[in-house]
């Protein structure tokens, strides 16, 4: 790539470089927010005004992986001194452990279901986008417009439909009925994006792959692939996000073994005293996967986000 | 290494008619080079035969075997392309392993080294193999492209324009090379050239092509002492050939509207009047731009001419060539 950009002079430089920390700022505050919470005791995360500098504490971190009990004098006798650090926070509270929570459960399913559906997303994303893009495939343009047209509509407009259908193929509150809808709706983005990447990629290479000995699929899997891997890791990256945040869907088809973090974290807030530590805790580990999945890939990205606009 | 036959091909991209019923033999072991201008249809034809194209009328054989529904790869045929089709995420050395570890050879590894090796040798790029394909200047991207089809023994080698953006001293060895390779193997090539010189000095036949269609197929020196028509003779030839009124010197022959004169058809010290334009002394030859009644003529005379723009020199035809209107040889 190649930009022929003049060097800023150094007033506007300033003031670029001014407006970016001032976005920035704005955007990560929330996040450092959620993140602080996370660390704070339940009195100082509604403390007010906000506590800026307080005592750290895991108790939100205990708490978001335990189901407690109020102690009573019986129980403590038969629990016996705590053993370990947890304990001791939870015993601090007076209260008891009485087991893990469903978090790390939770967790689980969204871990499954978003890198799932992402996975299978570009398994069928890639070979459609590829047959678009290099083969005459009849009504091209009709079903390439048909396609962005299933992403006109807010998915959760299908809602009840969708819940039938899952409701009669008994696909409901499973991972594989999860993982199919995230990667219906993610699908009709991925094969667009895609079709993009490959379409900049000179049909010439693989000719010549097919002259060196190879078949059609083997020119795609060994040339095409390598070189579409730019494209391949930013639309991995859209699909996981949507797939990885979604609610709506998740609350309307999942409750008990399939449920998403995103439907159980606003549940941990439990009855009575509100346990926002607990709750960001939550968030916070729940950010962590797409922030490590976004990193790894964020050389990709820059590219793809910018792709089309600058030319090679 | 085989006969290829192309039997009638016919071939249309959308509306233009791109090849119309090409028939030509290349025989075992020959080096058939395809001459036309950009469109006429050389690298469509190599298409056909590579099997990255399919024509709608016509067949190719390649050792007497039908070619009808066989991929690229059954076909076993190496291909040079003109954009050098370097594969960018793999290095030299992997480029030149590439048809050697295809499932097609699944050559061993030592033998792969050592391929890979001889040829990286001979196109003198053994210093570049680990470099990334894309970390090279545009002439070594043709020699490891040249270099992908000669790791491998196919039935044909397919070269577009493999020469063509090679300096003039690498162009010289590498056409030197080429034709070695080619006499010692017994390797069947159909060679696509704009360059007249590796045409002449490379070729075993030559086929002119003009528009899709095969006008003239035989050797180089048949093309250049006896072509067809207007266009044949112009493929062939430096400086080209002079396509003059039939009657400029004199009596023409029945129906002819041009004459051709190569510059050894021009005898200088007899005959017309023509002023001397213009003296271009290149070293080894001197080329010579008369004016004949308005008419330019471009020839060649001794190297250390003592004519001068202005000077009057007399030139007479000699075997001349006659051609009809519409281009076709008569005489």
Known sequence: MSLSVTDPNPRTKWIAGALVIGYAIVTIMPLLWIIATGFKSPADSIAYPPKVVFEPSLEGYVNLFTERTRATEGMLEDAGPPTTWYERIVRDQGMVITGPSRYGERFLNSVIIGFGSTALCMLLGTMAAYAFSRFRVPLKDDLLFFILSTRMMPPIAVAIPIFLMFRGLGLNDTHLGMILLYTAVNLSLSVWLLKGFIDEIPVEYEEAALIDGYTRFQAFYKVVLPQAATGIASTAIFCLIFAWNEYAFAVLLTSGTAQTAPPFIPTIIGVGGKDWPAVAAGATIFLVPVMVFTILLRKHLLRGITFGAVRK | ?331
Do not use: C, W
């Open chain 2, 1 to 331: 290494m085989a006969e290829v036959v192309l039997d009638g091909i016919t071939k249309r991209y959308g509306d233009t008619l791109a090849l119309k019923d090409v028939s030509m033999t290349v025989p075992d072991g020959a080096f058939v080079v395809l001459l036309g201008p950009t469109g006429a249809g050389k690298t469509t034809t190599l298409r056909m035969v590579s099997g990255l194209d399919v024509p709608e009328g016509g067949d190719v054989r390649i050792g007497g075997q039908s070619m009808r529904g066989l991929s690229p790869a059954q076909r076993n045929v190496a291909m040079v392309f003109q954009q050098y089709s370097l594969y960018p995420h793999l290095t030299v050395r992997e480029n030149l392993a590439f048809p050697l570890k295809s499932p097609l050879l699944r050559t061993p590894q030592a033998q792969i080294d050592m391929k890979v090796a001889e040829v990286a040798e001979v196109l003198q790029i053994a210093h570049k193999l680990d470099n990334k394909a894309t970390a090279l200047s545009g002439g070594e991207m043709q020699r490891v492209s040249i270099g992908r089809a000669l790791v491998r023994r196919p039935s044909v080698y397919l070269m577009d324009e493999p020469l063509s953006s090679l300096d003039a001293k690498l162009r010289a060895d590498l056409r030197i090379e080429l034709k070695r390779i080619q006499a010692t193997s017994g390797a069947t090539l159909l060679y696509v050239t704009h360059d007249q010189i590796e045409a002449m000095t490379m070729a075993t036949h030559v086929g002119v092509l003009d528009r899709g269609r095969l006008v003239q197929f035989g050797t180089p020196r048949e093309i250049y002492e006896d072509p067809v028509s207007v266009y044949a003779a112009s493929r062939l030839g430096l400086p080209r050939i002079n396509i003059l009124p039939a009657d400029l010197f004199g009596r023409a022959p029945d129906g002819a509207a041009q004459i051709g004169l190569r510059p050894e058809q021009i005898r200088q010290g007899e005959g017309t009047d023509a002023s001397v334009r213009r003296v271009e002394r290149l070293g080894d030859q001197t080329r010579l731009h008369l004016t004949i009644r308005d008419h330019d003529i471009v020839t060649v005379t001794d190297a250390h001419t003592t004519l001068e723009s202005g000077d009057i020199v007399k030139i007479r035809p000699e075997r001349a060539f006659y051609f009809d209107a519409a281009g076709a040889r008569i005489a």
